[in-house]
């Protein structure tokens, strides 16, 4: 009956956590729309969440690989491709603020694809292994797609953005699948942290590729609004703050349930 129990939880829990989550959207344009318009510095927001996503890959993935006695090719390959996207977006960051031409060809993009492309390739070999769990299998065929998508935004200029807005998106969902199995696994806290780090570094990378796509200032954002009415949205979410808390809450809510059940 005991071992019953979080199974029930979850059951109970899981259709309000889907309405919360529908209206994540709402929240996490709306602060994007607030920091837009208050960006202080010379140089642009997208170029900054860019430079600093791609940075946040690097340092999560070297801080879980801070134990190993020896690297994998997986994590090799990882770094290199994650390494090579922070060169391209720190030497945009100098262009711009220098108006010195420093900045990597495009095709350092698609390098970075390839070289995460193997990396995945390489874990494909253990997620299709017949007791890996489902959810892994999906986070690594999300990876693929998203190292994939990487190489076509490299390379097709016509292609780049939403290229590499899919991309984003996917490894989103890949390291948002991680640290949920992570936190299941009650693995240890610098672990989860290096893990956050990666995911948090998606998110940033995602929102540059939002606001280029000028999604936050849309006359369509009220109907992002999930499963709630939009005037309860609307009212819930009227201030940045709200939507920045609502946020937080919402990924330390679901990582201690996670941790917990």
Same mark, same amino acid.
């Given at each position: 009956?005991?071992?019953?129990?979080?199974?029930?939880?979850?059951?109970?829990?899981?259709?309000?956590?889907?309405?919360?989550?529908?209206?994540?959207?709402?929240?996490?344009?709306?602060?994007? &729309?607030?920091?837009?318009?208050?960006?202080?510095?010379?140089?642009?927001?997208?170029?900054?969440?860019?430079?600093?996503?791609?940075?946040?890959?690097?340092?999560?993935?070297?801080?879980?690989?801070?134990?190993?006695?020896?690297?994998?090719?997986?994590?090799? @390959?990882? /770094?290199?491709?994650?390494?090579?996207?922070?060169?391209?977006? %720190? %030497?945009?960051?100098?262009?711009?603020?220098?108006?010195?031409?420093?900045?990597?060809?495009?095709?350092?993009?698609?390098?970075?694809?390839?070289?995460?492309?193997?990396?995945?390739?390489?874990?494909?070999?253990?997620?299709?292994?017949?007791?890996?769990?489902?959810?892994?299998?999906?986070?690594?065929?999300?990876?693929?797609?998203?190292?994939?998508?990487?190489?076509?935004?490299?390379?097709?200029?016509?292609?780049? *953005?939403?290229?590499?807005?899919?991309?984003?998106?996917?490894? *989103?969902?890949?390291?948002?699948?991680?640290? @949920?199995?992570?936190?299941?696994?009650?693995?240890?806290?610098?672990?989860?942290?290096?893990?956050?780090?990666?995911?948090?570094?998606? &998110? /940033?990378?995602?929102?540059?590729?939002?606001?280029?796509?000028?999604?936050?200032?849309?006359?369509?954002?009220?109907?992002?609004? %999930?499963?709630?009415?939009?005037?309860?949205?609307?009212?819930?979410?009227?201030?940045?703050?709200?939507?920045?808390?609502?946020?937080?809450?919402?990924?330390?809510?679901?990582?201690?349930?996670?941790?917990? *059940?």
């Amino acid at each position: 009956m005991v071992m019953e129990q979080p199974g029930a939880v979850v059951a109970a829990v899981l259709p309000l956590w889907a309405c919360v989550v529908s209206v994540v959207p709402t929240a996490w344009l709306s602060v994007l &729309a607030e920091v837009s318009r208050r960006w202080p510095f010379e140089l642009s927001l997208i170029l900054s969440l860019r430079a600093v996503g791609a940075c946040a890959l690097v340092v999560g993935h070297a801080a879980s690989c801070r134990k190993k006695a020896r690297l994998s090719r997986a994590d090799v @390959f990882y /770094l290199t491709g994650a390494t090579l996207l922070s060169l391209f977006f %720190g %030497g945009a960051c100098v262009s711009s603020l220098t108006g010195f031409s420093v900045a990597p060809p495009p095709l350092t993009v698609s390098a970075a694809g390839l070289s995460l492309l193997l990396c995945f390739l390489d874990l494909l070999r253990v997620a299709i292994r017949p007791k890996v769990a489902r959810v892994t299998r999906a986070a690594v065929a999300a990876a693929l797609l998203g190292s994939a998508s990487l190489v076509v935004a490299g390379a097709s200029s016509t292609k780049r *953005l939403p290229a590499a807005t899919l991309a984003s998106s996917s490894f *989103l969902f890949a390291n948002a699948v991680l640290l @949920f199995l992570l936190a299941r696994a009650k693995t240890a806290a610098s672990t989860a942290l290096a893990q956050t780090c990666k995911l948090a570094g998606s &998110a /940033l990378l995602l929102s540059a590729n939002a606001i280029a796509f000028e999604w936050p200032t849309l006359d369509t954002l009220p109907a992002v609004s %999930g499963l709630l009415d939009d005037s309860l949205t609307a009212k819930l979410f009227q201030a940045p703050s709200l939507s920045l808390s609502f946020l937080v809450l919402l990924f330390g809510s679901t990582f201690y349930a996670a941790y917990s *059940l």
